[in-house]
């Protein structure tokens, strides 16, 4: 009688179940891993939003010596930005820097460096509208304003 022989190995049903398993999982898992670059847009986006509002109104907790480290825009100007830009480039009307007074235009505020300085983390322009309440807005993801997912720091 002759000896049984045995492959291994693995059939082509075993290894076709197998790639249909792992794209089903791929296409559940997907989505979940696509969400941390919203994730880290909104990160920056804040981050950005909070560095314009300390740009403007200054940073109360850098003290030095009793003396503010990063007093801001309104606090050196007088007066509040027009608009975003006025942060990075002195405007004509706005007296220059004086160090005996410690008052006047001493920035830019804003880096400098950054060309896209005054975008969100998608690329939109963030909006600032001064008055009592102060705003600062990204419209978000879906590059829509007034809506749910807006990202907005007031002061």
């Known amino acids: 009688m002759a000896p049984k022989i045995y492959f291994k190995g693995f059939t082509l ?10 794209g089903i999982l791929a296409t559940v898992a997907l989505p979940q891993f696509i969400d941390f670059g919203t994730e880290a847009k ?7 939003l909070n560095d314009f509002k300390k740009a403007i109104v200054g940073d109360a907790s850098a003290i030095s010596n009793g003396q503010y480290l990063y007093p801001g825009y309104v606090a050196q100007v007088g007066a ?10 002195k405007l004509v009307a706005v007296p220059a820097y004086d160090p005996i007074t410690k008052l006047g235009w001493r920035g830019p505020y804003v880096s400098t460096t950054d060309t896209k300085w005054n975008l969100d983390g998608w690329g939109t322009a963030i909006e600032y509208t ?5 705003t600062l807005r990204s419209c978000g993801k879906d590059k829509v304003c007034a809506n749910g997912d807006d990202i907005v720091v007031q002061f």
């Open 42 to 48: 909104t990160a920056v986006t804040q981050q950005k």
């Open 13 to 22: 049903i075993e290894i076709l179940m197998v790639i249909i398993v792992v």
């Open 80 to 89: 509040l930005p027009t608009q975003l830009e006025d942060l990075q480039v």
């Open 130 to 134: 001064g008055g009592a309440i102060r």
